[in-house]
């Protein structure tokens, strides 16, 4: 059964806030030494995606364990690791800047939140408990279903009983 909570570092922090995108639960320790990212692992019970080759010797024979090597390429990286992992959430539904799962909000909750063509326009928004950011539909959402065809060869599928698509992040991740 492939893991379905993944770890990281800095480097790899573009590829995780695509995989978030996806529905992964992936954090991202910035500033972490190998060492340091290979006892988060295996205290959290996630496995390492890393642009390190090297294998810390302690870590080699530990069946519990799993480090993937990545090359830094989005793409490359994304497909390889919807490959091998399951995400923990439906698409669309993780704080790509924090990871925290999000919370369904309504417009009027959003008034003065969100920019107010987004409140008027009523559609399902939702919110990050954990850094308080506001998510919504927006063109990158268009751009995201096109990516994901075009270099995963595969759909971007909606949540379960919600039509049109969920919220996702308004401001920063564009594909
Ligand atoms: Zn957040």
Redo the contacts with the bound molecule.
Sequence with gaps: MPLDRLVTDASLAHVARRLRLLGYDIDVHRGARFEELIDIARADGRALLTRSSRRAPRSANDPELRIVTLSGVLADDVQLVTQQFTPASAPLRR?T??N?PLQSRSAFEARGEVPGRVARAGGPLTF?P??G?WFWVGSHVTRLRQWTEERLGRQLEAPEGTTPPPPVAGDEQSP
């Design positions: 704080c800047a924090c925290t990050c954990g850094c950011r």
